[in-house]
């Protein structure tokens, strides 16, 4: 059993006891302000993960979070699996009264129900991903984020993993250099799927950024960047995203 394997059976027991909330308020996200100004960077808390370990010892979200916001981050990315990541939806709910900014909700859906906790916590855009549904799930899955006027985050790993996502008409695709079977990393990941993708489908290419100066080796054809490790070991988080900017 993989670690993603061992994830998603968790989570199956999670989920029977999170609420069911039936009716959040619906989203009034202006999609297209996420890429302004260009590239759209998503800052992502995180406490820790299954290939890092402890990331953040004294982990401060609403510090970490008001770095992004004085970086200038388009959005916030936050975890909100605690048994693997050592995130939580209340976290989530933290950084929504902290701020507007469009926050992901990056959690290991596989249920309605998820989506509409995660909306009513605050979240403006919802991750899915690929590898964890079979179609008709991630239909429906993408179908209910977008009932509650949020966006669908879809991330993808593959040709076969992109080629199943297009079936569903993204708006939005991530493309995650991290292999998430073996958690190994390879940074080529994102320029091989490129020229499959359709102009009109937002790029985020995430993990494996060390420094703002990896942004120069993606193709102008990426949207955006997703990052969580390297950022959150800065000692500088500010001048990490406005280097970003700059490059």
Request: charged share 30%; aromatic share 6%; proline share 4%.
């Amino acid at each position: 059993m993989t670690i993603l394997d061992k994830i998603v059976a968790h989570k199956r027991t999670e989920i029977e006891n999170m609420e069911d909330i039936q009716n959040p308020k619906i989203c009034k996200m202006d999609f297209d302000k996420l890429f302004e100004p260009s590239p759209c960077i998503i800052a992502e808390l995180k406490a820790a993960s299954p290939s890092e370990g402890i990331i953040a010892e004294n982990f401060n979200p609403s510090l970490q979070a008001q770095y992004y916001i004085n970086g200038r981050a388009n959005a916030i990315s936050i975890l909100t699996d605690y048994e693997f990541f050592k995130g939580s939806f209340d976290v989530l709910e933290q950084i929504r009264d902290q701020t507007k900014q469009p926050l992901l909700c990056k959690e290991f859906i596989i249920e309605e129900k998820q989506i509409r906790y995660a909306r009513a916590c605050g979240a403006d855009l919802v991750l899915l991903i690929v590898k964890i549904l079979d179609d008709d799930r991630l239909l429906a899955l993408k179908q209910e984020i977008e009932k509650w006027g949020m966006k669908a985050l879809i991330e993808i790993q593959n040709d076969d993993e992109l080629e199943r996502a297009l079936k569903t008409e993204p708006e939005l695709l991530l493309i995650n250099n991290r292999n998430l079977s073996s958690f190994d990393v390879d940074m080529s990941t994102t320029e091989k799927l490129l020229d499959g993708i359709p102009d009109d489908v937002r790029v985020i290419a995430a993990s494996g950024i060390q420094s703002p100066d990896d942004l120069k080796n993606f193709s102008a054809r990426v949207d955006g960047f997703l990052i969580g490790t390297s950022l959150m070991r800065s000692d500088n988080p500010e001048k990490f995203l406005r280097d970003c900017r700059d490059g």
